[in-house]
């Protein structure tokens, strides 16, 4: 069983996943890490050079690759959902969860982080409101669950989830 983790960039799923992963004992991936070794160079550059819709190509190749027999938690770029072939993959194939963060929660964790490429703009607090505005009814349409994230410590997040997965019956309780 695969388990997407979705949401905007910076919400988390990197952090939240991988400590998911070790709790339930699963395997952790990150389609941004495979898409990098991929490209063989950061996606910063490859979406500099060819243009988000090259990239977002790549993207979709890679999200059909991992969903289709791996088992682990996987974390999606933030874009992932703007392919109706990523959602309809993520959705069918594994169970996915919406890590949501408010733009404000994540410009405060982003505002130094010059590594996220549609993040360097001169105002990211409007521009992750629009993203927020724009990507927030995809993210709901493909979620299974959705965790609203505010201010809570990784590990309450991943026991918040860890919960709803045991709730669902996806994963047994320990």
Excluded: W
Aim: glycine share 8%; with cysteine; proline share 5%.
């Amino acid at each position: 069983m695969i388990l997407s983790l979705i949401g905007l960039p910076g919400c988390g799923k990197s952090t939240v996943g991988r400590q998911l992963a070790r709790r339930l004992q699963l395997p952790f991936l990150d389609s941004d890490h495979v898409i990098e070794q991929q490209l063989g160079c950061s996606i910063r550059e490859y979406f500099e050079r060819e243009g988000e819709d090259r990239f977002r190509d790549v993207e979709e190749s890679v999200i059909d690759q991992l969903t289709q027999n791996s088992k682990g938690v996987l974390s999606t770029g933030g874009g992932v959902v703007l392919r109706p072939n990523n959602r309809k993959n993520l959705r069918e194939r594994g169970q996915v969860i919406y890590l949501n963060s408010s733009p404000d929660e994540l410009f405060r964790r982003l505002r130094h982080d010059v590594n996220r490429p549609l993040l360097q703009v001169a105002d990211p607090l409007a521009r992750l409101r629009d993203l927020h505005a724009h990507r927030d009814p995809l993210y709901r349409e493909t979620a299974n669950f959705v965790i609203e994230t505010g201010r809570p410590s990784v590990a309450t997040l991943v026991n918040m989830i860890v919960m709803q997965l045991e709730l669902a019956g996806v994963v047994s309780g320990s």
